[in-house]
């Protein structure tokens, strides 16, 4: 099933947390987001990327990793925006039948020399496509105030909501600005999906989800160099 898999720079930090896979092909990013590339296992599938090279650089994101698997419908994406590392992926055979999207965030902090990093799992609830007037959103200050409390933790190793349900108190005061952000995000991602893989996903499709939370922080990780 994995057999039909293209892969930009298969160095994906998260591949068994996130659920991907080995034995990635791999290609220049530079020359597929130019054009069109095929698999090398001769799919008649082709995969266009310069409109989605267009709507990065209007959005201000750098994609940095993409493995594609064809024959399974995984999409493993990786970007940087707003000073932040994500991580998440797209499932195209049940993704109308999942109402949240997963998210890897990783960010960093340099204090007297030193530097730590964590990684926050976030799930959002499913919505449309980013508008096309929508303004670029650059900074994310929902984010930056919710790592800046888990660093003020001083946390070793991993929490997850099922050991703390003091979790959802680390967005007290900031629900709603990170709602906004991960509402763009979401959006964001969508967009950029179908511009990679155009008619994978329904227009306006509505998402049910029965946990009724918009925002959900899954776990904690402190990241130890």
């Known amino acids: 099933m994995l057999d039909k898999i293209i892969n930009i720079k298969a160095t994906l930090p998260y591949q068994k947390e996130l659920g991907v896979y080995n034995n990635l092909e791999t290609a220049n990013l530079e020359r597929i987001l130019a054009g069109t590339v095929k698999t090398t296992q001769g799919s008649k599938d082709s995969i266009k990327f310069s409109p989605a090279a267009h709507f990065l650089a209007r959005i201000n994101w750098r994609l940095k990793d993409l493995a594609i698997d064809n024959e399974g419908g995984k999409l493993l994406i990786a970007f940087s925006a707003g000073g932040y590392e994500i991580h998440t992926e797209i499932d195209f055979l049940k993704f109308h039948l999942t109402a949240r999207q997963f998210y890897e965030i990783t960010g960093i902090r340099v204090s007297g020399g030193k530097t730590a990093r964590a990684r926050i799992r976030i799930s959002a609830a499913k919505k449309g496509r980013l508008p096309q007037d ?92």
């Open 134 to 225: 929508e303004k670029a959103l650059l900074s994310f200050p929902g984010l930056d105030e919710l790592f800046k409390r888990v660093f003020s933790l001083e946390l070793s190793g991993e929490i997850d909501k099922y050991y703390s349900s003091a979790l959802p108190e680390l967005m007290d005061g900031i629900r709603e600005t990170l709602i906004t952000e991960f509402d763009y995000i979401n959006g964001a991602l969508f967009t950029l999906i179908d511009r990679i893989s155009p008619g994978k996903m329904a227009p306006n499709y509505v998402y049910s989800d029965e946990r009724n939370e918009t925002l959900i922080i899954e776990k904690i990780k402190v990241l130890n160099d």
